[in-house]
């Protein structure tokens, strides 16, 4: 049975951090590119992050929606099947469901590229 489950959402005031963890189960992880995404009221669910798979050591990629590149991070650590997402100087507009991603071709801003979802966290950043 997959399973995606995040956690680390809370509420936060303006230029704060908070880091957001996915944990996965039932697939193999470092076969899978994993993406972050949200989605606010009333919009529709955006791409926030991804990062490629790791099958066979290869090289790290990232990919930021333009507005939070040099604020977020993604990374992964396969060995406990869990792809992470550091956000730094959280904005109101940061505000939203996060969702993490699983996508078996790898790295993608594209929602229609993944296979798995988790039911999301809660991100909100007060002004």
């Known amino acids: 049975q997959v399973q995606l489950v995040e956690s680390g959402g809370g509420l936060v005031q303006a230029g704060g951090s908070l880091r957001l963890s996915c944990t996965a189960s039932?697939?193999?992880?470092?076969?899978?590119?994993m993406g972050w995404f949200r989605q606010s009221p009333g919009k529709e669910r955006e791409f926030v992050a991804t990062i490629n798979s790791r099958t066979g050591g290869n090289t790290i990629y990232t990919i930021y929606e333009r507005s939070v590149k040099g604020r977020f991070t993604i990374s992964r650590d396969n060995g406990v099947n869990t792809v992470y997402l550091q956000m730094n100087s959280l904005k109101p507009e940061d505000t939203g469901v996060y969702y993490c991603?699983?996508?078996?071709?790898?790295?993608?801003?594209?929602?229609?590229?993944?296979?798995?979802w988790g039911q999301g966290t809660q991100v909100t950043v007060s002004s």
């Open positions: 991603a699983a996508a078996r071709t790898g790295s993608s801003s594209d929602h229609r590229d993944y296979d798995y």
């Open positions: 039932g697939f193999t992880f470092s076969d899978y590119g």
